[in-house]
């Protein structure tokens, strides 16, 4: 029989659509809350339970943590599951739980832990058992620059149940990043190298570190900034979405564009900045033509679903596939070995939909077509 450790961080992921670039401290999701914001990670965590029961071939035992840190999930696919503590630290759950539950899934020998949340949650587990146990993270956080997670929830649970039926192998010592969220939220990214964990590896199922932008690429991004606003129509809406590649057409264009927020531009001019799902839905109904411009994370590649959850699945089907503009400098592309780009927007019908080949904007006056992945 083998054991499985579930551990669900109930609000990792919304502050993405509100656009607040994480939800780390009380303080921040009370502001999320205020704002609109609703649960994610369940969610996710159900997409990847589902695949993992599908595919899933062996006996399990499941420890996962009381209420909405698991238990409520689980029972809905299984009576086989023990908590592995009865109640939390205090009122809300917290890191500490997410802390001590990784700690007693230790300690019973668990095969695997899966693990819905971010790059927060992803460090909480690292500093308790470090390389002693295999995890597996579910995307579900606004932030993820670690390179524990599957590439979707799905992914996770089609590769949690390979790797537990033996059919899987390999095991890979993973980074684990954490960035400043008050610095990121100002605009600034500062990340660093928290510590490693031990996660099943596939190809095609697991995301790669984030990378960052070299300096040579500076001049190419402004190339490809002038070949957007040369290229742009009267009358229409941009959204422009996060990441200097992006940040380099507000510069072309003269305007102050936020480097990790969404910002609206007309006719040259800025009308919305660092944008939250329902302003930015509310622009879209005043606008006849809306075009969305994304550009891919390096080294991973999503265009959708990673660090712009403003631009929503009801976004998205408001402006429609065909209003996507993807920009990116070769060498994002190259970092990406051949993989395809990829969304993950949080609606499965969505992300299927998007599937296909785009041209993507490389320089002035240079394009090149590109595979879109679900």
Not at 309 to 333: C, D, G, H
Request: charged residues 25%; contains cysteine; hydrophobic residues 40%.
């Amino acid at each position: 029989m083998k054991k499985i450790g579930l551990i669900v961080n109930p609000i990792a992921g919304m502050g993405g659509a509100v656009g607040l670039k994480g939800t780390d401290g009380i303080h921040t999701l009370e502001k999320a809350l205020a704002l609109g914001a609703t649960p994610r990670a369940p969610q996710r965590a159900r997409e990847a339970l589902e695949a993992l029961f599908k595919c899933i071939n062996v006996d399990s035992l499941f420890y996962t943590c009381p209420q909405d840190m698991g238990e409520n999930l689980l029972k809905v696919y299984t009576k086989n599951y023990k908590l592995a503590f009865p109640k939390f630290k205090g009122e809300l759950s917290s890191s500490l739980d997410t802390i001590e539950a990784a700690k007693l899934m230790k300690e019973c020998k668990v095969d695997l832990i899966l693990f819905a949340g971010g790059d927060g949650t992803a460090r909480d587990i690292c500093s308790a058992i470090g390389l002693d146990v295999p995890v597996l993270g579910i995307p579900s956080g606004v932030k993820i620059h670690s390179a524990a997670f599957a590439v979707t929830p799905a992914k996770a649970g089609e590769l949690a149940a390979k790797f537990l039926s033996g059919k899987v192998r390999n095991l890979k010592e993973s980074e684990v990043m954490d960035i400043d969220e008050e610095a990121y939220r100002a605009g600034e990214v500062k990340a660093r190298l928290f510590g490693y964990l031990l996660i099943p590896w596939e190809r095609n199922k697991i995301q790669s570190r984030k990378a960052g932008t070299m300096p040579s690429e500076r001049a190419i991004q402004q190339a490809i900034a002038e070949e957007v606003v040369t290229n742009m129509e009267e009358g229409t809406l941009y959204l422009l979405g996060p990441g200097t590649t992006v940040k380099a057409i507000g510069d072309r264009l003269g305007i102050e564009k936020s480097l990790l927020g969404v910002d609206g531009v007309l006719d040259g001019s800025l009308i919305g900045k660092d944008l939250i799902e329902k302003e930015i839905l509310k622009l879209v109904e005043q606008h006849k033509k809306v075009k969305v411009i994304v550009s891919p994370i390096g080294g991973q590649g999503y265009i959708l679903g990673r660090g712009n959850l403003q631009l929503s699945p009801r976004v998205i089907r408001r402006v429609a596939k065909e209003n996507i503009i993807i920009v990116s400098t070769p060498q994002k592309i190259a970092s990406l070995h051949g993989s395809p780009l990829l969304v993950d927007s949080g609606d499965a019908n969505l992300d299927k939909s998007m599937r296909g080949v785009y041209p993507v904007i490389t320089g002035y006056r240079e394009r090149m077509m590109y595979r879109v992945e679900a």
